[in-house]
């Protein structure tokens, strides 16, 4: 009679959480804004020379700061 019970509040439990799942996803809106292309043009082809002279020999990456990327509103 346990047994029974038991799975009978686990469904219960099952159907309760994929209800909670199926409702309206919940929308954050960040105070910021893109600012656009990460590199310029001059940057961009700096980068892509960099990486062929480099070869199989290293990685490059661009240092970017977050204020490159975002701005606040």
């Known amino acids: 009679m346990e047994f029974i019970v038991l799975i009978l509040a686990i469904i ?3 159907v ?4 909670i ?8 809106e960040a105070p910021y804004e893109l600012i656009g292309p990460l ?3 001059a940057e961009r ?4 020379v960099l990486t062929i002279a480099c070869g199989d ?3 490059v990456f661009g240092k970017v700061r977050i204020a490159d ?3 606040p509103i």
């Open 57 to 59: 020999q290293a990685i």
């Open 21 to 28: 799942k199926k409702s309206a996803p919940i929308s954050i």
């Open 12 to 14: 219960v439990l099952i």
């Open 39 to 41: 590199f310029t043009p």
């Open 69 to 71: 990327i975002l701005k």
């Open 45 to 48: 082809s700096f980068y892509g």
């Open 16 to 19: 309760i959480f994929s209800r």
